[in-house]
């Protein structure tokens, strides 16, 4: 049925207004592109080769450890492949490696940086290294992909529970209506960050922690959106004919009344992305987010305001953030007017 529906969707006037805004199209594409970059980030920026050819045997170090030892030195531990006597070991004839792009991971330590850390940018680090010597691409990459895979995580899991609840309230009415219109306005008056702040001190940091957290919350705008439009499609014509033919109230809602009340859910995606981006880069910012270790955009900003005189940490990261942020508000505007009935495809703004 869905898939029926997004072939109707491509071929309707939707999506050529949609094209027809140049600015949110051209933005769909940059930032689908951008996220796809992110999701190789191991083979991007990586400390460990590729593919390793030794002594007439090949090695994948990006999916699997070797001791020091396979490649001819004297300990059985865990090969860095940054070493200069690795490295002179694998230019040897009948020796190579292939090295990622950007022969940093984002939590690889640069031992032989020239500078005192945070070091300033230079060939071997294009946007210079954080307070502990870490790569800056390298922590925007990985820190942009999970910014990006939390962003949709979590407005997934609002749109299901949006939906699911204003779905209901919308198609009932009556008791089922104002019970959860009362819960919702309970709820709602809860100090999120207050709570946020209580977990983080009893609980040890983490993704899926932030992602429960924010989903308790991160439903109700979407609900009643959802609810207006089941309250204005339960009457119309259609729905009197399926009651007439028996269909159960289940197969009403999702199979008719919910492909029609789409409009509110789609142009609402963008716009929910952004909050939680947005959401868990300041968390981070706070120290309320992922644990330390983990590359953010939101810990890379504190450490710009904790190091002033490393402008590259704080300029970058600002850039990627607010070209994300950007990119997700104009393909927001573009669904908007894409999907406002007043509008004809002349109208919308290229």
């Known amino acids: 049925m869905y898939r029926r529906l997004i072939a109707r969707i491509q071929d309707s006037h939707q999506w050529q207004r949609f094209k027809a805004n140049r600015l949110g199209y051209w933005s769909l594409w940059i930032f689908t592109a951008l996220f796809i970059f992110s999701l190789f980030a191991e083979l991007i920026a990586n400390d460990r080769p590729i593919l390793v050819r030794y002594q007439g045997e090949f090695y994948v170090p990006i999916v699997k450890d070797y001791p020091e030892t396979a490649f001819g030195g004297d300990f059985p531990t865990p090969t860095d492949y940054l070493d200069p006597d690795i490295k002179k ?37 294009l946007l210079g290294t954080d307070d502990r010597g870490r ?144 959401a868990l880069t300041s968390l981070d910012f706070l120290g309320l987010g992922v644990p330390p270790d983990t590359a953010s955009l939101g810990e890379l900003l504190a450490q710009g305001k904790a190091n002033l005189d490393a402008w590259w940490i704080s300029l970058s990261t600002f850039l990627v953030l607010a070209i994300t942020l950007m990119l997700l508000t104009f393909m927001g505007e573009a669904l908007r007017d894409a999907f406002d009935n007043r509008r004809s495809a002349g109208e919308v703004k290229s």
């Not at 640069?110 to 850390?117: D, L, Q």
């Open 89 to 125: 070991t694998f230019s040897k004839p009948g020796n190579w490696a292939v090295y990622p792009l950007i022969t940093y991971n984002y939590n690889t330590l640069n031992y032989f940086a020239k500078e005192p850390n945070p070091a300033s940018p230079s060939r071997d680090n």
């Open 135 to 278: 790569d800056v691409v390298a922590r925007l990459i990985y820190g942009f992909r999970l910014s990006v895979l939390f962003g949709l995580c979590l407005t997934a899991l609002g749109v299901i529970v949006g939906v699911l609840t204003g779905a209901l309230m919308g198609y009932f009415g009556g008791k089922v209506d104002l019970v959860t219109q009362r819960f919702i306005e309970i709820w709602s008056s809860m100090p999120e960050l207050y709570l946020l702040i209580i977990f983080a001190s009893i609980f040890s940091p983490s993704i899926g922690l932030l992602i429960i957290l924010l989903s308790l919350f991160g439903w109700m705008g979407l609900s009643d959106y959802v609810r207006a439009e089941f309250f204005k499609n339960r009457s119309l014509e259609y729905v009197r004919a399926a009651e007439a033919l028996g269909l159960s109230s289940s197969q009403i809602m999702w199979r008719h009344i919910l492909p029609n009340s789409l409009t509110p859910v789609i142009t609402f995606l963008p716009f929910r992305m952004s909050a939680s981006i947005l």
